[in-house]
C-alpha cells in the first residue's frame, strides 16, 4: 500500500473514532460544544411545569432555560433531558443601535408602553433580567455597537439589517445626529402624561440628553414635548422612546436683540419693579417674558415652547408716506390728512425716527408684544393725532412759511409722549406738504409776479451795474491821459514856481546891478563932474569944450572928410561918387577897415 493510501486510512479511522467518541460523549457524558461565536439555548425536555404567563424557566422547570452555554465544552446535557440549541451570538455593527423585544417579564405598567430598563449585563443575563422584573415587550433600553451573547428565547434583538421585519426603517436604528448650527426638538413617547396647564415637560437633569430613558422617567420626566432640547453631536437615542426634530438655532442678528417670551418653566414671579406698571418681567428659566434679553449670536432656543422677538436696536426710521423701509414696520403708515385753520385739507409726509435701547427692548415687548404693534398701536395715533390737532392752529401758508417752526414743536411733543413707553425719540422730519392745487394757483401766480419783479429788479440793476461798468471803463481808459495831465500840471505849477523864483532872482540881481550901474555911474559923473571942473578951471570953458569936442571925435572915429566926393558938375561926378561907394564897401567886406583916399574936386 502507498504512503497516500495509509494516510488517507488513517485520517477515515480517525474520523469514524471521533464521531464514535461525539456519539459516546454525547449519549453517555451529555457533551455539548459550543464555539465561540455561538451560545448555547438550553431546553429542559421534562421537570415542573412553568407558572401561568412564563415562558422561560429559572428554577429548573421544563422548557426553554433563562441560562445559556458559553462556548466551550459542556457535560451533563444528556440528548434525553435537554435540547441544546446552537445561535449565533447578537453583533451591533458600530454607528448602530439595537432594540429589544422581551418575550418574558413582569407585565408592563397601562401608563407605559416600553418595559423598563433593569441590570442585566445588557440583556446578556436573562435570569438576572426575570429576578429583577424585567417587563416584557418593548425595551426602553438599547444595544449599542459590540457582540453580546443573547438567549434569543427571551430576547429578539432588531437591528438595521431585520428593521424592516418589524415595522421600521433601517435609518431608524443609526445613532442619531443633530447637525451643526441646529438643535433637535425631543417629543418622548413614554412616561406620565404632562400636567395640566403645561404645553412641555420641566427640563429634567441626570438623563445624558436622553440617551439613559429609565433615569429620564424615574426623575419625573413627562411623554410628549420637552422643553430640553438636543444640541449638536451624535445620540444614542431609543425611537421608541423619543421622536427628534432638527430646526435651525435661533440666530440674533447685529443691531437687535431677541426678548424670549417663555410658554414654560417655573411659575411666573414678575421681577419689573413697583415703577413699571405695564407688564411683567421674569428671571430666565421662568414663564413670561424674560428680563434679560439674548444678544447678537446663536441660540439653541426650542421655538416649540418659547417665542423670540426681535427687537432693532439701531434707529428705526418710520415713514408716513408712500415709500417703506426696509424693515416693513411701517407698510400699513401713509401720509397723513390734516384740515388747516382756514378750512383747506392737506397731506404730510412725516418720518419718525426711535431707537429702543437693549435693556428698554423687554419692558417694550412686556408692555406692546412686538415693534409692529409699537408702531401700530402708539407710535401711528401719537404722531398722526398730533399733526392733526397742530394743523388746525396754522393757516396752508402760515403752515408752509413756518415748517421748520412746527417740525421742531412736533419733536418736543413726540419725544416726551413715546418716552412712557421707554422708546426714545430721535426726531420728527416734515417731507412733502401737499396743499391744495387751487390755493396753490393762486399762490404760484403772486410768486411768479413776484419772481418777475425781482427778475426786472435785477436787471435793472444789471443795466446799472452795466452802466457804472462802462463810466469805469471809460475812466480807466483815459486814465493815463488823466495822470499824464496831472503831472504835467504838477510840472507847470513846478515851473512857475521856478520862473517865479528865478525872476525874483533876476530881478533882485537887476536892481542889485542897477543900485551898481548908478553908484558907477554916479562915481564916474561926480569925477567927470570934477575932472570938468577942473578942466574949465585950466583951460576955460570955451577951451575946454573944444577939447571935450575933438576927444569925441578922435574916440569914436567921426569922419570929419567924406569918403566919396562928388561935384556938381555933369553927370560924371555921380557916377564917380557910386564907384567909391562900392568899392569902400568891397574894402570893408575884406576886412580891412582902411578908407580908401577919394578924389575929387570941390
Same mark, same amino acid.
Given at each position: 500500500m502507498?504512503?497516500t493510501?495509509?494516510?488517507?486510512l488513517?485520517?477515515?479511522?480517525?474520523?469514524?473514532?471521533l464521531a464514535v467518541?461525539a456519539?459516546?460523549?454525547?449519549?453517555?457524558?451529555?457533551?455539548?460544544?459550543?464555539?465561540?461565536?455561538?451560545v448555547?439555548?438550553?431546553?429542559?425536555?421534562?421537570g415542573?411545569?412553568?407558572?401561568?404567563?412564563?415562558?422561560?424557566?429559572?428554577?429548573?422547570e421544563?422548557g426553554?432555560?433563562?441560562?445559556?452555554?458559553?462556548?466551550?465544552w459542556h457535560?451533563?446535557?444528556?440528548?434525553?433531558?435537554?435540547?441544546v440549541r446552537?445561535a449565533?451570538?447578537?453583533?451591533i455593527?458600530?454607528?448602530?443601535?439595537?432594540?429589544v423585544l422581551a418575550?418574558?417579564?413582569s407585565?408592563?405598567?397601562?401608563?407605559r408602553?416600553?418595559g423598563?430598563?433593569?441590570?442585566?449585563?445588557?440583556?446578556?443575563?436573562?435570569?438576572?433580567?426575570l429576578k429583577?422584573?424585567g417587563?416584557?415587550?418593548?425595551q426602553?433600553?438599547?444595544?449599542?455597537?459590540?457582540?453580546?451573547?443573547?438567549?434569543?428565547?427571551?430576547?429578539?434583538?432588531?437591528?438595521?439589517?431585520?428593521?424592516?421585519?418589524?415595522?421600521l426603517l433601517?435609518?431608524a436604528?443609526?445613532?442619531y445626529s443633530?447637525?451643526p448650527?441646529?438643535?433637535?426638538?425631543?417629543?418622548?413617547l413614554d412616561?406620565a402624561s404632562i400636567?395640566?396647564?403645561?404645553?412641555?415637560?420641566?427640563i429634567?437633569?441626570?438623563?445624558?440628553?436622553?440617551?439613559?430613558a429609565?433615569?429620564?422617567?424615574d426623575?419625573?420626566?413627562?411623554r410628549g414635548l420637552?422643553e430640553q432640547?438636543l444640541?449638536s453631536g451624535?445620540?444614542?437615542l !431609543? %425611537?421608541?422612546?423619543? =421622536?427628534v @426634530?432638527?430646526v &435651525?438655532m #435661533?440666530? +440674533?442678528p447685529i443691531?437687535?436683540v431677541?426678548?424670549?417670551?417663555?410658554?414654560?418653566?417655573?411659575?411666573?414671579?414678575?421681577?419689573?419693579?413697583?415703577?413699571?406698571?405695564?407688564?411683567?418681567?421674569?428671571?430666565?428659566?421662568?414663564?413670561g417674558?424674560?428680563?434679560?434679553p439674548?444678544y447678537?449670536?446663536k441660540?439653541?432656543? !426650542? %421655538?416649540?415652547v418659547? =417665542?423670540? @422677538?426681535?427687537v &432693532?436696536? #439701531?434707529? +428705526?426710521?418710520l415713514?408716513w408716506?408712500?415709500?417703506?423701509e426696509?424693515?416693513?414696520?411701517?407698510?400699513y403708515?401713509s401720509?397723513?390728512t390734516?384740515?388747516?385753520?382756514?378750512g383747506?385739507?392737506?397731506?404730510l409726509?412725516?418720518?419718525q425716527?426711535?431707537?429702543i435701547?437693549?435693556?428698554?427692548?423687554?419692558?417694550?415687548?412686556?408692555r406692546v408684544?412686538?415693534?409692529?404693534n409699537l408702531?401700530?398701536?402708539?407710535?401711528q395715533?401719537i404722531?398722526?393725532?398730533y399733526?392733526?390737532?397742530?394743523a388746525?392752529e396754522?393757516?396752508?401758508?402760515?403752515f408752509?412759511s413756518?415748517r421748520?417752526?412746527?417740525?421742531?414743536?412736533?419733536?418736543?411733543h413726540?419725544?416726551?409722549?413715546?418716552?412712557?413707553?421707554d422708546?426714545?425719540?430721535?426726531?420728527?422730519?416734515?417731507?412733502?406738504?401737499?396743499?391744495?392745487?387751487e390755493?396753490m394757483?393762486?399762490?404760484?401766480?403772486?410768486k411768479?409776479?413776484e419772481?418777475?419783479?425781482?427778475?426786472?429788479?435785477?436787471?435793472?440793476?444789471?443795466?446799472?451795474?452795466?452802466?457804472?461798468?462802462?463810466r469805469e471803463?471809460?475812466m480807466?481808459?483815459?486814465?493815463q491821459?488823466?495822470?499824464?495831465?496831472?503831472?504835467?500840471?504838477?510840472?507847470?505849477?513846478?515851473q512857475?514856481?521856478?520862473?517865479?523864483k528865478?525872476a525874483?532872482?533876476?530881478?533882485?540881481?537887476?536892481r542889485?546891478?542897477?543900485l551898481?550901474?548908478?553908484e558907477?555911474?554916479?562915481t564916474t559923473?561926480?569925477a567927470?563932474a570934477?575932472?570938468?571942473?577942473?578942466?574949465?578951471?585950466a583951460?576955460g570953458?570955451q577951451?575946454?569944450t573944444a577939447?571935450?569936442?575933438m576927444?569925441?571925435?578922435?574916440?569914436?572915429?567921426?569922419?570929419?572928410?567924406?569918403?566919396?566926393?562928388?561935384?556938381?558938375?555933369g553927370?560924371?561926378?555921380?557916377v564917380d561918387?557910386l564907384?567909391?561907394?562900392?568899392?569902400?564897401s568891397?574894402v570893408?567886406?575884406?576886412?580891412h577897415?582902411?578908407?580908401?583916399?577919394?578924389?575929387?574936386e570941390?
Open positions: 502507498s504512503t493510501g495509509v494516510i488517507l488513517v485520517a477515515i479511522v480517525g474520523v469514524f473514532a467518541f456519539l459516546f460523549a454525547k449519549s453517555f457524558l451529555g457533551l455539548v460544544v459550543v464555539n465561540e461565536r455561538e448555547g439555548v438550553v431546553i429542559r425536555k421534562f415542573r411545569a412553568l407558572p401561568p404567563g412564563k415562558l422561560i424557566a429559572t428554577n429548573n421544563a426553554f432555560q433563562a441560562d445559556t452555554l458559553p462556548p466551550g457535560f451533563g446535557y444528556f440528548p434525553w433531558k435537554y435540547a446552537k449565533p451570538m447578537t453583533i455593527p458600530a454607528g448602530q443601535i439595537g432594540l418575550a418574558d417579564g407585565p408592563t405598567p397601562p401608563e408602553i416600553l423598563r430598563a433593569v441590570d442585566c449585563d445588557n440583556f446578556q443575563d436573562a435570569r438576572k433580567f429583577n422584573r417587563e416584557k415587550g418593548r426602553l433600553g438599547i444595544l449599542t455597537g459590540g457582540t453580546y451573547r443573547i438567549n434569543p428565547a427571551i430576547f429578539t434583538v432588531i437591528t438595521a439589517a431585520n428593521a424592516t421585519e418589524h415595522g433601517p435609518e436604528l443609526q445613532v443633530v447637525q448650527d441646529r438643535v433637535g426638538i425631543v417629543t418622548t412616561g400636567d395640566e396647564g403645561e404645553i412641555a415637560g420641566a429634567i437633569h441626570e438623563h445624558d440628553n436622553f440617551q439613559n429609565q433615569v429620564f422617567l426623575s419625573g420626566g413627562r420637552q432640547v444640541l451624535s445620540w444614542n !431609543n %425611537p421608541w422612546f423619543v =421622536k @426634530e432638527q &435651525p #435661533t440666530e +440674533i443691531g437687535h431677541g426678548i424670549v417670551i417663555a410658554y414654560v418653566g417655573k411659575e411666573h414671579q414678575d421681577v419689573s419693579g413697583a415703577s413699571f406698571k405695564h407688564g411683567n418681567l421674569v428671571d430666565p428659566g421662568h414663564k417674558v424674560w428680563v434679560t439674548l447678537p449670536g441660540h439653541p432656543i !426650542n %421655538p416649540r418659547m =417665542k423670540i @422677538e426681535l &432693532p436696536t #439701531t434707529n +428705526i426710521v415713514n408716506a408712500s415709500r417703506t426696509a424693515h416693513k414696520y411701517d407698510a403708515l401720509p397723513i390734516v384740515r388747516s385753520k382756514d383747506f385739507a392737506f397731506n409726509d412725516v418720518a425716527i426711535i431707537h435701547g437693549a435693556p428698554e427692548a423687554p419692558k417694550v415687548i412686556s408684544g412686538s415693534v409692529q408702531v401700530d398701536h402708539v407710535l395715533p404722531v398722526g393725532n399733526f392733526r390737532n397742530s388746525q396754522y393757516t396752508v401758508l402760515d408752509l413756518a421748520s417752526q412746527r417740525q421742531v414743536e412736533a419733536a418736543a413726540i419725544q416726551k409722549a413715546i418716552s412712557l413707553y422708546v426714545q425719540a430721535i426726531d420728527t422730519l416734515i417731507g412733502d406738504i401737499t396743499p391744495p392745487g390755493l394757483l393762486t399762490q404760484t401766480d403772486r411768479i409776479a419772481e418777475q419783479r425781482k427778475t426786472y429788479e435785477v436787471q435793472r440793476e444789471a443795466q446799472s451795474q452795466r452802466q457804472l461798468l462802462v471803463t471809460a480807466a481808459d483815459i486814465q491821459d488823466m495822470v499824464t495831465a496831472e503831472q504835467g500840471v504838477a510840472i507847470a505849477d513846478l512857475g514856481q521856478a520862473s517865479i528865478q525874483r532872482g533876476e530881478a533882485e540881481a537887476t542889485l546891478r542897477a551898481g550901474e548908478a558907477a555911474i554916479r559923473g561926480s567927470r570934477e575932472a570938468y571942473q577942473a578942466g574949465v578951471q583951460l570953458t577951451g575946454y577939447l571935450q569936442l576927444q569925441i571925435v578922435g574916440e569914436r572915429n567921426v569922419r570929419i572928410v567924406s569918403d566919396v566926393a562928388v561935384n556938381g558938375a553927370s560924371g561926378g555921380l561918387g564907384l567909391g561907394m562900392v568899392m569902400h568891397q570893408q567886406a575884406n576886412g577897415g582902411l578908407t580908401p583916399a577919394g578924389s575929387g570941390g
